[in-house]
C-alpha cells in the first residue's frame, strides 16, 4: 500500500481549481478508465474474460473496506484516495461483466444530481457491492468523487499517473543494479505481501516487469491470478488536494 502526498489548502485561496466543473470532472473519470485499461495490459491483464471475475471483485473489496476506514475515522485524504481505487477497480470490473470497453466510451453524465451526502454515498456503495449491482456501485463513485471536498479532477489525473508508475521497463531493470529477486524479496520483506513474484508483459512492443502477489497478509485477501504491486524503483505516490 502506498501513503499519497496530501496538500491541503482553503478552499478560497483556490477557487479557481473549480471543484464543481461537472465537465472537466466528467473528462477526468473518463481518462483515468482509459489509464486503467492501460495499467491492466501492461500487468498481463489484457483480456476481459470472465475468468477475472472473481478475482477483480476481491480488488474492490479490498480498495472499498479502505475508503470505510478512512470515513470512520475523518481521513478525508484516505477517503478521496479511495474513491479514485474505487472508480479504478470498479470500471475494470465492469469491462469484465459487459466483455468490452464500452464504458471507455462513455463518459459519465450527471454527477450527484440527488445530492447526497459523502456519507450516504459511501453507505449506497456498500449496499451496491454487496447486492451486486457493480454498475450502480461505480455510478455512485463517481458521484462520490464530485461531492467530495478536494479538487477530484487534479486529483483523478495524478492518481491516473501514480497507477503506470507500478511498472518497470525490463530493459531499465537490466541497466540498474536491482534483480527481480531483490524487488521480491524487498516487497516481502516490509510484511504485507507474501508470494510476491514477477513476471514480463509485453504492451505496444516495450517488456515491462510487473510484481505480483497472491496474498495481502493486512486485509487477508487471497488472489489466485494475483495482485499487480508497485515497484519500488519506479513507483510514484499520487498528489492529492483537499479543501479544509
Not at 476481459?48 to 470505510?68: H, I, M, Y
Not at 470497453?101 to 451496491?128: F, K, R, W
Amino acid at each position: 500500500i502506498y501513503s499519497p502526498s496530501i496538500l491541503r489548502f482553503k478552499r478560497s485561496d483556490f477557487m479557481n481549481m473549480n471543484k464543481d466543473n461537472k465537465q472537466e470532472l466528467c473528462k477526468a473519470i473518463q481518462n483515468l478508465y482509459i489509464n486503467t485499461r492501460k495499467v491492466n495490459s501492461i500487468a498481463g491483464n489484457s483480456s476481459l474474460d470472465k475468468s477475472r471475475f472473481a478475482n477483480q471483485l476481491e480488488t474492490v473489496k479490498a480498495e472499498l473496506k479502505e475508503t470505510n476506514k478512512g470515513l470512520k475515522e475523518g481521513n478525508l485524504g484516505e477517503v478521496v484516495d479511495g474513491c479514485g481505487d474505487l472508480l479504478v477497480t470498479l470500471s475494470e470490473l465492469i469491462m469484465i461483466i459487459d466483455g468490452n470497453t464500452d464504458l471507455l466510451h462513455n463518459p459519465p453524465q450527471y454527477l450527484n444530481s440527488q445530492g447526497a451526502s459523502v456519507e450516504e454515498l459511501v453507505e449506497g456503495i456498500n449496499d451496491a457491492i454487496n447486492s451486486s449491482n457493480f454498475i450502480d456501485a461505480l455510478g455512485l463513485a463517481e458521484d462520490l468523487a464530485f461531492q467530495l471536498n478536494a479538487d477530484m479532477v487534479h486529483n483523478l489525473y495524478s492518481i491516473g499517473k501514480s497507477n503506470l508508475s507500478k511498472f518497470i521497463l525490463a530493459k531499465d531493470l537490466d541497466e540498474g543494479s536491482e534483480t527481480e529477486f531483490s524487488i521480491c524479496e524487498a516487497i516481502e520483506n516490509k510484511g504485507r505481501y507474501t508470494e510476491v513474484y514477477s513476471e514480463t508483459n509485453t504492451f505496444e512492443g516495450e517488456d515491462w516487469v510487473v510484481f505480483k502477489s497472491s496474498y495481502d497478509v493486512e486485509n487477508d485477501e487471497s488472489y489466485p491470478q494475483g495482485k499487480f504491486l508497485k515497484c519500488p524503483l519506479t513507483f510514484k505516490e499520487p498528489e492529492l488536494i483537499i479543501y479544509e
